[in-house]
């Protein structure tokens, strides 16, 4: 097999691979019904500017990642851009958790149905500070 035909099988398994993720995304966003979720708890009325955000920033940084952009951040933005991805990651994760009704289950088999706020404060802190512990232990590793 020549170079280009390599190159062509390539670029095909690449596009069928990120089609087949992006489906996936896509199905799992849309059945869960998370974005109209997230606008809910967010207090607005319609759901299109946050689907808009998400298609823009998957679009965004597919591009980036294929095209191997470097941004030359400082220390500030850097943190203030991680910490919005972070946002976004865990508002879909608790949006998830809330479909899916996983809190007010949990909250009745641990027998704590009176403390839920208690449960809910323990896990957030609980992964900010495994996460700070990641990030700023092992990631200098």
Not at 100 to 106: E, K, Y
């Amino acid at each position: 097999m020549n170079g280009l035909a390599l190159q062509a099988l390539s670029a095909l398994v690449g596009l069928a691979g990120g089609l087949a993720v992006g489906s996936g995304f896509v199905a799992f966003i849309t059945v869960l019904d998370l974005i109209p979720r997230l606008a809910q708890i967010a207090g607005t009325r319609n759901s299109a500017p946050l689907e808009g955000a998400v298609v823009a920033g998957v679009l965004f940084f597919t591009a980036a990642d294929l095209w191997r952009a470097e941004f030359g951040l400082f220390a500030a933005a850097a943190a203030a851009v991680g910490l919005m991805c972070g946002v976004f990651v865990g508002m879909l994760a608790a949006a998830l958790t809330e479909v899916l009704n996983v809190f007010p289950i949990l909250a009745k088999r641990l027998r704590l149905q009176e403390q839920i706020h208690w449960l809910l404060m323990a896990m957030v802190l609980g992964k900010v500070a495994g996460s700070l512990f990641d990030w700023l232990v092992f990631q200098r590793l």
